[in-house]
């Protein structure tokens, strides 16, 4: 089975300083991999997917993500976070073989003004 | 375009009573999904319907059921409610052709006293 890991639960950063959230995932053959990101009060919203090709990925918002396939990383980044990136960031993998979509258990990110 | 649709948006239950979430998606998607997402948790998978006809279960399928109506519409029942079900609920849809991601509803906010 599918599963994703998050090893950050809570981040706390001040504006202007770089963000990098761990994400790892098992998963035996061939990966979908999404970031999401929650505001508070509002639903989940796409920053970056990674289907094929370049596993550098650019999002929305400055944010890129990099698969690493040996390492089973997909983890999310951003140069200079701002106080508007402040919410809940949620890692995601599908399967290529099925339909299963599995979330990790989310990072909480504060950027102090 | 109204994307997808969740109703109710808030409801507060008994234990033991019953009641359905409803999700519709007005964007011809072949799959959809039902989470719920609790502190600390993340987004956890309850069922899942690759295409109209078929259901499968998903992470913690327990204490619910669903009905793919058609492809449009795909409910959630709580039939005997529990304190543990209380959760925000979101419902989801996706092509799941290449390069396509997946869209969320706003969430239903569900309360078991």
């Known amino acids: 089975a599918q599963s994703v890991s998050q090893h950050n639960h809570h981040v706390i950063l001040s504006e202007a300083a770089s963000l990098e959230l761990g994400c790892n995932y098992s998963y035996g053959g061939t990966v979908n991999l999404f970031w999401y990101v929650q505001y508070p009060g509002q639903h989940l919203q796409l920053l970056l997917k990674y289907f094929s090709g370049d596993p550098l990925v650019k999002g929305i918002k400055g944010f890129e993500a990099e698969f690493i396939k040996s390492k089973f990383s997909f983890n999310l980044r951003k140069p200079s976070v701002q106080w508007s990136d402040t919410a809940e960031y949620f890692c995601?993998?599908?399967?290529?073989?099925?339909?299963?979509?599995?979330f990790g258990g989310g990072t909480r990110l504060m950027v102090k003004p | 375009n109204a994307g997808v649709t969740q109703t109710p948006k808030f409801q507060v239950l008994k234990t033991g009573q019953s009641m359905t979430l409803q999700c519709a998606q007005d964007m011809n998607h072949n799959s959809m999904y039902w989470y719920r997402q609790d502190p600390g948790m993340g987004l956890r998978l309850i069922y899942y319907?690759?295409?109209?006809?078929?259901?499968d279960k998903g992470e913690v399928p327990n204490g619910y059921n669903v009905s793919r109506l058609n492809k449009r519409e795909f409910s959630l029942r709580l039939e005997s409610a529990a304190p543990s079900q209380t959760s925000v609920y979101f419902c989801?849809?996706?092509?799941?052709?290449?390069?396509?991601?997946?869209?969320f509803g706003e969430g239903s906010w569900l309360t078991v006293v």
């Open positions: 319907s690759a295409s109209e006809g078929t259901t």
């Open positions: 995601a993998v599908k399967g290529n073989a099925g339909n299963m979509l599995t």
């Open positions: 989801a849809s996706t092509p799941w052709t290449a390069g396509n991601t997946i869209y």
